[in-house]
């Protein structure tokens, strides 16, 4: 029997500017919970009509659990229309709650970092990171609400890692970390 391929790790992100929190964040240091990082850019079509309206609808249904949800607004065409202001103005109309990032441009190349990190062929596109930290899935364009929505919950039942050095929590008399209530007859 052959073992599955280990999942890759998450590629940390790389911001020039942050909106809608009050301190850069980190994939880093968001382990131990889910993570949907959507990308998209202001001027693009399908990001507008449809991305963003999921996205909205993914805060809402999964705003009473951990799931952290990050934007980046990745500028691969139209740089000179897309300034942070305009994005600012942008997440106000649109009211966009979690937090955005703006990609790192880099210079000499009209790809930015963390676009060019992940691999991402264009705009919308989302990745949705697990617990651990590791690459759950990754997709370009928009997927049915309901299959987002599966992976989401599937990967807030995941349980939170033991980090090293830690122990679990032995009061919790869980083997798996998934215990449910018990039965009653």
Known sequence: MSQPDA???????????????????????LRGRPVFLHSFQLLCPGCVAQAIPQVQRIER??????????????????????????????????????????DLAEEGSDIPVTMRRFGLRGTPSSVLIGRDGTILHQVFGVEDDIAVGARIAMALADPVPVRAGET?????????????????S
């Open 7 to 29: 999942r890759p790790l998450a590629p940390e992100l790389a911001v020039s500017a942050w909106f809608n929190t009050p301190g850069p964040l980190t994939l880093q240091g």
């Open 61 to 102: 249904v999964f705003a009473h659990t951990d799931l952290q949800v990050i934007g980046i607004h990745t500028v691969f065409e139209h740089h000179a229309a897309m300034s942070p202001v305009t994005l600012q103005a942008f997440l106000h109309e649109y009211r966009l709650k979690s937090p955005v990032a703006v």
């Open 168 to 184: 679990a929590d032995a009061d919790d008399g869980c083997a798996d970390g998934r215990c449910a209530a018990p039965l009653l």
